[in-house]
């Protein structure tokens, strides 16, 4: 039994590169970390982890009933993502453990890269890469000409932290913002849609950067893109889940849709490789929050949420469970 | 001869393919066309374009002291490129011929293209877009991280109609704006820096959007270079020639500096083949200006300095020629 003097024990989960990760931790924390077994995961939890009542899951390992079950004392799940659909918020509710997200760390660098995807996709910046690297410009000359950014017109998918940086720096391009959310905001200056419908058919650019939830699952259905149309370009840096990925890729093919960004897909790491060779797609690997600046920012705010637990404070990035 | 109340003759010069812009003219021009002739081109000119007094340059057709001495009658030569240093502007000065160019035509798109090759470099997406559609995220998983660009320290180099907006553009990242140009700027609220060297020490950005000159050839030397520094990306959007090209080559792949976003070559459309295997490079065919918006906006101030001159009024977007 650990004496009420030692650290606190927290449980981790996280890629073996990021072992700097258990470094910080250990300063404030014992660190029980699940790769330091090679039992099976639910052996493993039970012989180790039934007294914890900390986890901090860096990266996104699904957190199930089954899981949830072999961890009794559980009573904060500490997410380094800001998405938390790998996590069954409802069981986590049902078992009273509360849920911590990222809370703003990756704002400015998934609003950055959305930007980046932005252009990209309309100016053909890694088209224009490949055709001079390839020596195909110094041989044919011509390029295609790619489509202007400046006065295009934006929806948004979601207008919370993200969505309203990635807003801020469009409207420095002279870009008209709309958005569609759950709800109207107030005092916001851009327009609201009340649905993705007409969000698309008023815009030329669609930009996702909501939660994925049962209900944003597939929001860019066939209908949608059809509604955006033959130029218009979509940005996903939310979830691959948001977009019906297989229509997506048709979509493209046949030209209903003018092109796409996207930093996330269905089923990561796999993009479907009809993808690979169109030029009027960019494909990122999930790779909008990839800064150290960002995974600085990250580490700081899960290790304020443990402290916050073990000292009864108020959480700093809770996620809300209903 | 040509009657007097014929339209006057215009003399033009452009890429076969940007056959709309005779039909554009023709409207209100009698059109003679460089291409339209297998003569050699003092023979052709000597012929047919003694009486010419106004001149399209579409395009980058070089015009020096000799092609000038074919053209006698010439008042008026318009460019459609915002650089004039294809251009023998002391002979033209010398002749009495009025030089204008593309004027604020491309600012947005120059601008839009600044930013998304400023993103592209530091937050890696062309080389993302490599990693994907080669498969070795589904097989290899790791992605180098990028830099982050929000907070970026930004030096520009030619603070003109471009250069301001990519300023407005970066604001809204949060990035901290310096320039460096001829003069200091009243009432610009960003920090000035009399010369380059110490814009390049105090900038994470070198962005070049300056004019290309005799005093700006080479403005970034190994010098400027060093004093950016190993993390330090250049951007250009201005001219291949306001760099030392074979300098920059051996910066880059020595890790001299950090990286460089170019869409302007010396030798265009020659790429120093040394660059193609780089992936802190991003290469763009000079097509920062290359969007149906921007070559409308062209044609229409081309079209404007050709009335102006025949009607005796102000040019719309002369060239300082001294």
């Not at 007409?198 to 509604?227: G, K, P, Y």
Request: glycine share 8%.
């Amino acid at each position: 039994m650990a004496d009420s003097s030692d650290p606190p024990l927290v449980l981790v989960h996280r890629r073996p590169s990021l072992d700097y990760f258990d470094e910080l931790l250990s300063r404030n924390f014992r660190v029980l970390n699940l790769h330091d077994s090679s039992d099976p995961l639910p052996i493993f939890l039970s012989r180790h982890a039934s007294s914890v009542r900390a986890f901090v899951n860096v990266g996104r390992l699904e957190i199930d009933a089954e899981l949830l079950s072999h961890l009794p004392s559980l009573q904060l799940l500490v997410c380094t993502s800001v998405g938390t659909d790998h996590v069954d918020l409802a069981e986590c509710m049902r078992r009273g453990v509360a849920v911590t997200n990222a809370g703003d760390a990756f704002s400015e660098d998934v609003a950055d890269c959305a930007v980046g995807l932005l252009i990209s996709v309309l100016r053909r910046i890694p088209a224009g890469d490949r055709f001079v690297r390839s020596g195909n410009w110094a041989k044919s000359g011509n390029f295609q000409l790619g489509t202007k950014v400046s006065g295009k017109r934006v929806g948004i998918v979601g207008l919370g932290s993200i969505g309203s940086l990635i807003a801020k720096r469009l409207e420095a391009f002279g870009c008209i913002i709309s958005y569609n959310s759950r709800s109207q905001k107030q005092s916001i200056p851009y327009q609201y849609s009340p649905d993705i419908l007409s969000l698309a058919a008023n815009n030329d650019v669609l930009v996702l950067c909501c939660a994925l939830t049962d209900q944003t699952r597939h929001i860019v259905n066939r209908e949608v893109m059809e509604s955006l149309g033959k130029n218009g370009v979509i940005i996903n840096v939310g979830r691959g889940g948001l977009i019906d990925e297989k229509e997506m890729v048709k979509c493209l093919v046949e030209g209903v849709i003018g092109g796409a960004g996207l930093d996330v897909f269905e089923n990561e790491p796999k993009v479907p490789e009809e993808l690979f060779g169109l030029d009027n797609v960019v494909l990122s690997p999930h790779a909008a929050v990839a800064t150290p600046g960002s995974l600085n920012n990250v580490t700081q705010v899960a290790l304020a949420n443990l402290k916050a637990f073990f000292s009864n404070q108020p959480l700093i990035s809770p996620v809300r469970l209903d």
